[in-house]
C-alpha cells in the first residue's frame, strides 16, 4: 500500500517539472516571436509596394532618385519611416529592363549578449 502512494507522488514530481519546462519553452517562443513578428510584417509591406511598382507601366523609363523617391512615399504612407533605402535598394538595369533588388538584413537584440539576424533579399522586374 505505502508504495503505491510513494509512486504517485514520484509521477507528481515528474509532471510539475514537465509543466515547468512547456511554460518555458512556450514562453521563449512567445517572446522570440513577439520580436520578429514586426520585421516580417514590415517585409511584407515593403514586398507589396514592390510588386505593386512593378505593375506601373514605364516605371523603369525613370531615373533611379526618382524611382526611390516614389518607393520612400509609398513606404511611408505605408508606416514603414526609417528603412535607408539608399543604401538597401539597387535598381539593375539591362538589356530586359529594370529589376528593383531589395536585400537588407535586420539585427533583433533578445538579451544581454543573445540576439538574432534576419536577412531578407527580393527581386521584382519593372515594366518599361
Known sequence: MNR????????????????????????????????????????NTMVAVMQKMSQENDLALLNDAKIRETMEIRLTINNIRKFDLQKNLKIARGKHGAELVLNYEVRIDLFANLGLIAVFENKVPLRG
Open 4 to 43: 503505491k502512494i510513494s509512486l504517485g507522488k514520484s509521477r507528481q514530481k515528474g509532471s510539475v517539472a514537465g509543466v515547468v519546462l512547456a511554460l518555458l519553452v512556450l514562453g521563449s517562443v512567445v517572446f522570440i516571436g513577439s520580436r520578429l513578428t514586426p520585421v516580417y510584417l514590415d517585409h
